[in-house]
């Protein structure tokens, strides 16, 4: 790896308001260490390090909207509250003090398992369905649906008062938001639901409209999309690049700056049937598709995929070579980094360094601690 020229990630780049030193992005990582939805010192403390280890924007863990039944895990970070909010208060001005730039991940949860914990009540989904044929929880009512809109966009217009540099919005892995676009858990027949993938993109839309007039023309707001999902690796929302125009292209029309395309290797291409086994990747095709700057992720400086590190396997650091061509093609404009970043704080200015020697594979003890 020593020979492999990495300034392809070290370009700046500018995103409406927001310039950013490099295109390494701290991918969203659920940590579950806040007491009581309320992040702490250890939490700010755990984002500097990032943040002095040069990521050129860091992604907080999902933190969820004000809802009763938002979250699945009772550690979970609130964004609302002023216990809450004031945590997040100081891990922004934590990052900003490193010299970082950072947004929050608003996340709904749905109706998608995590532990055995249940929240006080009752558990929201389009169709009352964690998974096809899966019952779970309520089926949202159109008046559920509005309060949920408004509370997106009150955290968003949060974040900004706080001092975060934008925003992303959760909208992958089988969650609410995703919930809404796979026909597999939104049965609905009203203007919510629908045979094709542009009507159930609706309520995604509304989301980022209303997040757009919160924060206003210049604050970028970004959102998380995935093909697949938790309860079924193997789904494809979009399985032509027409598909896939109409699932994103209503999302950017209604105001998204950057696509944060999820996939489990991002070396994999999308539409090999297309453009074959070196072709685009997901984030590559929601570049063209759509004109959005996009973000790639999957098994970055990993051997393996999302699903090791979780079922605690580790993973060993590999060789940026694919990620760097990848870049200088302008196949998409930043990297997510994840899993290799949790263990190793100064993994991205190590590859800047060319200290490639002392990179950190990861380690799933990793997982027990902010390290």
Not at 182 to 208: H, P, Q
């Amino acid at each position: 790896m020593s020979s492999v020229d990495t300034s392809a990630l070290f370009q700046p780049l500018t995103l409406k308001n927001l310039q950013l030193k490099n295109r390494l992005v701290m991918a969203p990582m659920t940590r579950t260490f806040s007491p009581n939805g309320v992040p702490v010192e250890a939490n700010a403390a755990y984002y500097r390090r990032r943040a002095e280890g040069q990521v050129g924007l860091i992604l907080s863990e999902g933190t969820v909207v004000d809802r009763p039944a938002s979250r699945n895990d009772p550690n979970i970070p609130f964004f609302h509250g002023e216990a809450a909010l004031a945590g997040w208060k100081g891990v922004i001005d934590a990052v900003h003090a490193a010299g970082g730039r950072m947004g929050p991940q608003l996340w709904h949860t749905g109706s998608a398992l995590y532990t055995e914990w249940e929240p006080d009540s009752p558990v929201e989904s389009p169709s009352g369905l964690d998974a096809p044929d899966k019952p779970r929880g309520e089926a949202m009512t159109e008046e559920a649906i509005a309060d949920t809109v408004a509370a997106f966009a009150a955290a968003a217009a949060d974040a900004k008062r706080l001092g975060f540099d934008t925003v992303e919005i959760h909208g992958a892995h089988g969650y609410l938001i995703d919930q809404f676009f796979w026909s597999g858990t939104n049965r609905r027949t009203d203007g919510y639901g629908g045979a094709t993938l542009k009507e159930r993109s609706r309520f995604a839309s509304e989301i980022v409209a209303a997040t757009r007039k919160a924060v206003g023309p210049d604050f970028p707001i970004i959102m998380r999309v995935s093909q697949w999902k938790q309860q079924d690796l193997t789904v494809r929302l979009a399985p032509t690049p027409k598909e896939m125009t109409d699932w994103l292209l209503p999302l950017v029309e209604a105001g998204v700056d950057v696509l944060h395309c999820s996939q489990r290797r991002f070396w994999e291409p999308e539409f090999p049937e297309i453009d074959g086994e070196n072709g685009l990747n997901c984030a590559g095709w929601a570049k063209k598709l759509t004109g959005a700057t996009t973000i790639s992720v999957g098994s970055v400086g990993l051997d393996g995929d999302v699903l090791n590190a979780f079922a605690g396997k580790g993973s060993k650091a590999a060789s940026v070579q694919q990620l760097v061509e990848r870049m200088e093609r302008n196949e998409f404009d930043l990297i997510a980094v994840g899993r290799a970043l949790l263990g190793d704080p100064h993994w991205v200015s190590k590859i800047q360094s060319g200290d490639h020697k002392n990179l950190k594979g990861f380690d799933a003890a990793a997982l027990g601690a902010l390290v």
